[in-house]
């Protein structure tokens, strides 16, 4: 990174600076300086930084004659006529009225006429009139039996424009989100490149030192050629990319000087579990036990996620990394997003270390239960729901917080269980790398561990989309499934039909396949049921005494 130091002169009176307030900019209006400053603007920076959402090629126009129905145009033309137009109420301007402007396109062969429709824009009627002259951006589509371009960007050209910035060259176009026109934000853009000083400032590091960046923001709004214009934009994504890296190095530097425990040492229950397997763990799975067995081992806080497809073996990695914990003498704690979920893990967790004599309890909100194991020098694992969030039910020592499905929790919620005076290490799980997810570890906040391999003897995990006319199809697939042992879930998004936009409700949908498949035990799971019959259920569903279970999103 290069900071500029050549010793140049400040600015001159009536120059600006990228730092100078908006407030010394006299060729911005009161009106224009306030919606400016609502919108989050400061500084001459912020102005200038304010990047055009495309640009148009005013030195040359398509021509109508040549388009075809649906290519995005910029033409130009002169209004011959303009008026309400189709049917509606009082007035003419109802339901089913619209504003058509008829421009000719001059460039055209014959002089070729072509319309501009807007729907519910009155004011549009106003401010066109027969003689002008206009520039139009958009989409030709055919409406009736004719091509027109409905609701277009557009801006009169007035006496001039054609030595002016707005026309003959390559001209930005701006968001009109703070209510000042394209038009007047061009204009005021140009005026405040025009004012910028050369000078350099102490605040501005020139990361391509060969394109100093006052020069380039004159290039990206006002480009001389379209190959200027390609080559600034890069420039600046340049830029992007070499401070977001920047950031990402100093937001590491900071986690690895965070203080923490040493929540593992030997690994004798790992490979206990290992050996009482009737499988062999995959080397993926492998390689992530040795990630997160080498930062428990730190004395840095850990901060990592565990990302793998459904079926590649994270709950076992998460396991692994608890028993590390609880051999060093700390709990571990894993906390699910749903009450359903918590109690496979609980079940699952208390058959693996039967034998392994590690303590397992369950905390949801109307369940608590502890493994036949009682608590004894080494820590324990403690499964459990949003329950886990009040602080009386979670032990006292923990050395490891697992987060299952971690983008169903808040930032706030997690940062509730992890915060305390010993800070503990933490793993995240997601098989949904969602954007949230991919900020963290983008910057630097998360180290990621990817399950890339999937257990022997699994089969691949296939998405389809099916609608409602291939029902037959999904029918005639899940009898297929059924009768070779399989199992089916079904899910939908509600109990009851209140909102019938949202989908179908399980109600409705038991129903259904029940008579879909008579001869097949349907089996029915939601939220409002009690404890124990969510458990009736997945018990009689582990057993395949349920071959089809309709669910909401609890499943």
């Not at 032990?395 to 509730?416: A, M, S, T, W, Y």
């Amino acid at each position: 990174m290069m900071r500029s130091v050549r010793n140049t002169p400040g600015p001159m009176a009536g120059e600006l600076l990228l730092t100078s307030p908006l407030e010394e900019c006299a060729f911005i209006r009161p009106r224009e300086l306030a919606a400016m400053q609502a919108a989050g603007m400061a500084s001459v920076r912020d102005l200038l930084f304010m990047l055009p959402r495309r640009y148009e090629d005013r030195r040359m126009f398509d021509r109508y004659d040549s388009l075809s129905s649906g290519a995005p145009v910029c033409l130009r033309g002169r209004v011959v006529d303009v008026g309400w137009k189709g049917w509606g109420g009082k007035g003419g301007k109802g339901r089913g009225r619209y504003v058509e402007a008829v421009l000719v396109d001059e460039q055209s062969l014959g002089q070729a006429r072509f319309s501009c429709l807007w729907f519910s824009m009155p004011g549009i009627a106003r401010m066109l009139c027969a003689g002008q002259e206009m520039i139009v951006y958009g989409r030709v589509k055919p409406y009736g039996k004719k091509l027109s371009i409905v609701h277009p960007d557009f801006e009169i050209i007035r006496e001039g424009d054609d030595q002016s910035i707005h026309l003959n060259r390559i001209v930005p176009v701006y968001s009109g989100r703070m209510g000042i026109a394209v038009r007047r934000l061009r204009e005021i853009v140009w005026e405040a490149l025009a004012r910028l000083s050369p000078a350099p400032e102490p605040e501005i590091y020139e990361f391509v030192p060969d394109i100093p960046c006052k020069t380039a923001l004159r290039d990206l709004h006002f480009p001389e050629t379209a190959e200027v214009r390609d080559r600034t934009r890069r420039r600046f994504a340049l830029e992007e990319c070499l401070a977001q890296q920047l950031n990402v190095a100093y937001r590491r530097r900071r986690a690895d000087e965070v203080p923490g425990m040493q929540t593992a040492g030997s690994s004798h229950l790992v490979k206990d579990l290992a050996d009482s397997l009737p499988f062999e763990l995959t080397e993926a799975q492998k390689r992530c036990v040795r990630e997160i067995y080498r930062d428990m081992k730190a004395p840095r806080s850990m901060n990592r996620l565990l990302q793998g497809d459904v079926g590649s073996g994270k709950t076992l990695v998460a396991l692994c990394a608890m028993l590390l914990a609880v051999e060093h003498g700390y709990s571990a704690v894993m906390m699910a997003p749903t009450q359903i979920l918590a109690e496979q893990h609980y079940l699952k967790f208390r058959q693996m270390l039967d034998k392994l004599d590690v303590p397992v309890s369950l905390v949801t909100a109307d369940r608590k239960e502890e493994s036949h194991v009682s608590f004894g020098k080494q820590g324990g694992i403690v499964v459990g729901t949003h329950a886990l969030l009040y602080g009386k039910n979670v032990p006292e020592r923990v050395g490891l917080v697992v987060i299952d499905e971690q983008h169903k929790f808040g930032v706030n919620q997690r940062e509730k269980l992890i915060d305390r005076e010993e800070r503990p290490d933490v793993l995240v799980m997601t098989a949904t790398p969602i954007p949230r997810t991919l900020t963290l570890t983008f910057y630097g906040e998360l180290d990621v561990s990817i399950l890339d391999g999937v257990p022997g003897g699994r089969g691949a995990v296939v998405t389809a989309i099916r609608t409602e006319k291939d029902q037959e199809k999904v029918l005639k697939f899940v009898r297929s499934q059924l009768e070779e042992g399989r199992q089916v879930y079904v899910v939908s998004p509600l109990i009851d039909g209140e909102d019938s936009r949202k989908g179908k409700a399980v109600t409705k949908e038991l129903d259904e396949w029940k008579a879909l498949l008579p001869h097949v035990d349907v089996g029915l799971l939601h939220g409002r049921m009690s404890s124990e019959e969510k458990e009736a259920v997945m018990k009689d569903f582990r057993a395949n005494r349920i071959s089809v279970l309709v669910a909401t999103t609890v499943v």
